[in-house]
T-cell receptor
Framework: AQTVTQSQPEMSVQEAETVTLSCTYD???????LFWYKQPPSRQMILVIR??????QNATENRFSVNFQKAAKSFSLKISDSQLGDTAMYFC??????????FGDGTTLTVKP | KAGVTQTPRYLIKTRGQQVTLSCSPI?????VSWYQQTPGQGLQFLFE???????NKGNFPGRFSGRQFSNSRSEMNVSTLELGDSALYLC??????????????FGEGSRLTVL
């Protein structure tokens, strides 16, 4: 069974600064996908960024980037130039090529003005 | 393209009652998954349906059931409600077939309160 661990229940960052959210996972699969999802307060969950395990290059989407360490089974999210709209709960998720997605418990990020 | 639609958005029930929640996936998506979100337990996987068949199931009691129709719309049912069933129930859709990136598209959720 796969497990996903987010060790930081809550984090805060000043506007315009950089913050890194941690995620580790455990699996025996070799091919899989990793995701970070964002759930703003009282709004629906949306995809932030996706990483394919077979790709060595770290995924980047504008201010969001990941540090994917396959051997260490680590998948952290870096948010640069934090904005007030980044305030949300962030979930790390694991998905094998077929089958259900497993989510971490989430990290509540607060961006302070 | 319309997103994932869940109904009802909010509902209040009493212990012992049953509830049915509905989810319409994005057009063309054949997989629908259901998750229970609570403050203490995070996102817990309930089940996944693909082409009207339950493909995966989480560790929930038999009071939780679901189904999927030929148009990919899905319903989940909770019978004999308990106080602990109070939660946000999220539906997510995906293409469901290879290449299966696993990316999920979520609805806004149905918030169930059990009194």
């Amino acid at each position: 069974a796969q497990t996903v661990t987010q060790s930081q229940p809550e984090m805060s960052v000043q506007e315009a600064e950089t913050v890194t959210l941690s995620c580790t996972y455990d699996t025996s699969e070799n091919n899989y996908y990793l995701f970070w999802y964002k759930q703003p307060p009282s709004r629906q969950m949306i995809l932030v960024i996706r990483q394919e395990a077979y790709k060595q290059q770290n995924a980047t989407e504008n201010r969001f980037s990941v540090n994917f360490q396959k051997a260490a089974k680590s998948f952290s999210l870096k948010i640069s130039d934090s904005q007030l709209g980044d305030t949300a709960m962030y979930f790390c998720a694991f998905s094998p090529n077929a089958g259900k997605s497993t989510f971490g418990d989430g990290t509540t990020l607060t961006v302070k003005p | 393209k319309a997103g994932v639609t869940q109904t009802p958005r909010y509902l209040i029930k009493t212990r012992g009652q049953q509830v049915t929640l509905s989810c319409s996936p994005i057009s063309g998506h054949r997989s629908v998954s259901w998750y229970q979100q609570t403050p203490g337990q995070g996102l817990q996987f309930l089940f996944e349906y693909f082409s009207e068949t339950q493909r995966n199931k989480g560790n929930f009691p038999g009071r939780f059931s679901g189904r999927q129709f030929s148009n990919s719309r899905s319903e989940m049912n909770v019978s004999t409600l308990e106080l602990g069933d109070s939660a946000l129930y999220l539906c997510a859709s995906s293409l469901g077939w290879l290449p299966n990136t696993g990316e999920l598209f979520f609805g806004e959720g149905s918030r169930l309160t059990v009194l």
